[in-house]
């Protein structure tokens, strides 16, 4: 316990922009007890500032090298993204990300995601220890000190279980015990259902709403946790969570959930950056301090010297023409999605879509989330064409070329080189936005009563901003179709698709999809030929997959009563 206590006080740091302070550093682990910690305001609340990451379980994952951070909530910017296990991308370097993709992941191995159940459970123990001590008559500290760190808990709680229900389903709650090697743990056997899961996560935030602060810095405030309930309500309005029945009332729920985050008036999405729509979009995902947009963020330090960035995400996804490893590519199924700029689909008649020349008259936000071929990137026009391209498979390492033909622009820093260490992977990841409220709310509503008034201000709010036609005039069905597609474009790459289409529950068509990125020829002439290819073969979903597989290890800790998910 005390070793636990003092990694989680040193790492935690990290995360805000502060360090461990030297005389803390030379403390004697044998010297921290848990009484000391909670005893003490200062040392009480790092150790809750420690809870918003956790260590490294597994090779690949972050705080592997001393450089960047320790893990966050999900996984962020951390070499293969949560894109890359969807029909986002495809990343170059595998890192069990094709085992997922071609459906053969087991319960000994899911890919990087092998390591949520222990990850959450661990957090959910020490945030349990914090709340035995904090929460607690006797505990030291100022009444408003107090609520706001016991605000905090149930928060990092309530987001760890909300980890373990979105990839696991039915799963163990462990209440408020501390278990230690001697406890009983036959009630950590026992899954509960999906709706006793989300009523406790729900519970949880209530705690946290009720005690958090408006303005917390960077840390959980009481925004986030009405952000965290509006996505926790809308996953379990949707079919996953309900056995493919449609409650109007969980539908309501839901969006009266991200009603109550719109009606705080706190939050607007930003448009101040660029008159163009695309800068705008692009420029938002790179400005390192707090915007308007932003309802819970993780914010990266420009030095590495206490830890402080994430990897360098510009050179893990950059051209290899240039050095850079080719990353998580974008798949052309993910482009193909792109509406045109008058806001048809492609495959209208009437969009003016040529795949000869597929990249002209896009929606803005496809020019700031993607890089394709003849894209001013950096300094100077990608080039992925065969044969010759600079960054093609005939370039620079091929090894690193992009499995689609495409980069990924969103996130990426193009005011450094890739070379500078230093200045890499300070981009912050935006765990809640305004827009992905507005588009749970339009969603839910839509759900709940129809495409009424307030779903089209919702959604077409957020197209505004992209520079896109507004919607209007469309049927329930309509609707949800443009919604899902707008989440899809919006949100991309912020760990929401691998998630969406599951509880959507149209997984079994997105997943079972070839994985197509682009072939282009250059003929002598210097003509272009554009012909989809396959990026990585093999891709596949079979129904077990909208879960994951409790860990082999853990079902035989349990000798077998701790109950498999179907299929596995």
């Known amino acids: 316990m005390k070793k636990n206590v003092l990694f989680i006080l040193c790492v935690c740091a990290t995360i805000f922009s502060t360090s461990c302070e030297d005389d803390f550093l030379e403390v004697e682990s044998t010297n921290l007890t848990d009484q000391a910690v909670f005893a003490d305001p200062d040392l009480a609340d790092a150790f809750v500032r420690g809870l918003y990451t956790s260590v490294r379980i597994a090779d690949k994952e972050p705080g592997h090298n001393g450089d960047d951070t320790p893990a966050g909530f999900g996984r962020g910017f951390h070499w293969a993204m949560w894109s890359s296990v969807s029909d986002e991308s495809i990343y170059s370097n595998d890192d ?4 997922v ?15 949520s159940w222990g990850r959450n459970y661990r957090n959910i123990r020490e945030v349990n220890i914090g709340l035995t001590n904090i929460d607690t008559d006797a505990s030291p500290f100022e009444e408003d000190v107090k609520l706001r760190l016991v605000g905090e808990l149930h928060f990092i709680r309530a987001f760890r279980y909300f980890e373990l229900l979105k990839g696991f389903g039915e799963i163990p709650l462990m209440g408020d015990e501390v278990y230690e090697l001697n406890s009983d743990f036959t009630p950590l056997y026992d899954r509960k259902s999906i709706d006793e899961v989300v009523n406790y996560i729900d519970d949880e935030l209530a705690i946290a709403i009720n005690n958090l602060p408006d303005d917390n810095g960077a840390r959980a405030t009481r925004g986030a ?31 009266d959930a991200a009603k109550a985050v719109i ?26 301090t707090a915007t308007s947009e932003d309802i819970f963020t993780r914010f990266y330090m420009e030095t590495s010297s206490a830890g402080g960035r994430a990897i360098p995400i510009e050179r893990m996804n950059g051209p290899n023409g240039s050095g850079g490893w080719g990353g998580n590519g974008p798949m052309q199924n993910f482009v193909d999605d792109f509406e045109m700029a008058n806001g048809l689909p492609i495959d209208d008649p009437a969009s003016g879509y040529d795949d000869q020349a597929p990249y002209e008259n896009r929606d803005p936000r496809f020019y700031a989330t993607v890089v394709h071929n003849g894209m001013m990137f950096r300094d100077r026009p990608y080039e ?18 992009s499995k689609t033909g495409y980069l990924l622009r969103k996130f990426m820093r193009e005011d450094i080189t890739l070379n500078d260490w230093n200045d890499m992977g300070t981009s912050p990841w935006r765990y809640f936005r305004y827009a992905e409220i507005l588009l749970n ?53 912020e760990e929401h698709r691998y998630f969406d289409v599951r509880r959507w529950m149209i997984a079994d068509q997105t ?33 077990k997959h909208y879960w994951f597989p409790i860990p082999l290890s853990d079902i035989t800790a349990s000798n077998g009563v701790l109950k498999q998910n179907p299929g596995y």
Do not use: C, H
Not at 101 to 115: A, K, V, W
Not at 515 to 539: F, H, M, P, Q, V
């Open 96 to 99: 069990q990300t094709y085992l």
């Open 101 to 115: 993709q071609r459906g053969q992941m087991s319960p000994s191995n899911y890919g990087f995601m092998s390591t």
């Open 225 to 255: 946790a009405l952000a965290l309930r509006s996505r926790v309500l809308l996953y379990a309005a949707s079919p996953l969570y309900t056995n493919g029945n449609n409650d109007a009332q969980k539908w309501q729920d839901a969006a």
């Open 263 to 288: 009606d705080m008036g706190k939050y607007s999405l930003v448009t101040n950056l660029d008159p163009d729509p695309a800068e705008n979009f692009r420029k938002f995902f790179v400005t390192r």
């Open 384 to 401: 992925s064409f065969l044969p010759g391209g600079l960054d093609s498979s005939d370039g620079n390492e091929p090894w690193n070329t």
């Open 441 to 493: 709310y339009a969603e839910a509503q839509n759900e709940a009563a129809g495409p009424d008034a307030s779903v089209y201000a919702a959604v077409n709010e957020v197209r505004e901003r992209a520079g896109m036609p507004l919607l209007a005039g469309l049927s329930q069905d309509q609707m949800r179709d443009r919604i899902r597609n707008e989440r899809r474009v919006e949100l991309a790459f």
């Open 511 to 543: 997943e079972n999809e070839p994985a197509e990125g682009i072939r282009i020829t250059k003929d002598s002439g210097g003509n272009l030929t554009y012909e989809k290819s396959i990026a990585l073969d093999g891709r596949s979903f079979d129904q």
